[in-house]
C-alpha cells in the first residue's frame, strides 16, 4: 500500500472528499427527521433526508453484504489498477475522487446498513433520485477520469503509479 501513498493529490482528495461526506451527512443525520425536507432553492433543490438500502436508484436494496463486498471489490481493483500501471495527473485525481466516494459509502453500509442522502434535485418536472456528496465526488472522478484516459499515455505528467 505504500506505492499509493505516493500519491499525495489522490490521497489528499480522496481524504477531503471523505471528510466533507462524513459531516454532511451527519449534520443532515442529527438535524432532520427520515423524509423530511427543506427547501433551499423553491421547486428545484432541497434538503431531503433519506436512507438508501441498496446502490443507484435503490437498486439491490437489501443486499448489503453483497454491496460491501462489490464494493471492497471495486476499490480492490483500483488499487491494482493504480499499483500496475502509469496514470497521468486527471486520472490521479479523478481516482481520488471515486476511492474517496466509494469508501464514504462504504462506511455507512457497514456502521447503519445503509447510505444516507440528502441532496434532492427537481429539474424540468424530474425529481431526481436522492444523492451525497460521495455520489458527487463518484461520477465526477469517473467524468474525469474517463476524459483523462484520452490523453497519451506518455504525457510528461504521467505518474508512476509503482
Do not use: C, H, Q
Not at 442529527?30 to 433526508?49: A, G, P, Q, W
Not at 436494496?61 to 471492497?72: D, K, P, T, W
Not at 486527471?90 to 447503519?112: P, T
Amino acid at each position: 500500500m505504500s506505492f499509493i501513498l505516493n500519491k499525495k493529490k489522490l490521497v489528499f482528495i480522496s481524504v477531503i472528499l471523505l471528510i466533507i461526506d462524513i459531516i454532511s451527512k451527519r449534520i443532515v443525520s442529527s438535524f432532520m427527521e427520515v423524509k423530511e425536507s427543506i427547501e433551499i432553492i423553491d421547486n428545484i433543490f432541497y434538503l431531503t433526508y433519506a436512507r438508501n438500502e441498496g446502490v443507484a436508484f435503490s437498486f439491490l436494496e437489501g443486499n448489503r453484504v453483497f454491496i460491501i463486498i462489490m464494493s471492497l471489490v471495486v476499490i480492490g481493483i483500483i488499487i491494482y489498477y493504480l499499483r500496475v500501471n502509469k496514470i497521468n495527473f486527471g486520472e490521479e485525481i479523478g481516482f481520488g475522487l471515486v476511492i474517496g466516494g466509494a469508501l464514504g459509502n462504504l462506511i455507512d453500509r457497514v456502521m447503519y446498513g445503509y447510505v444516507i442522502d440528502f441532496i434532492d434535485i427537481y429539474i424540468f418536472g424530474y425529481d431526481y433520485p436522492i444523492f451525497n456528496i460521495a455520489d458527487i465526488g463518484v461520477v465526477i472522478g469517473v467524468i474525469v477520469i474517463i476524459i483523462s484516459s484520452f490523453k497519451k499515455r506518455g504525457d510528461l505528467n504521467a505518474v508512476d503509479s509503482r
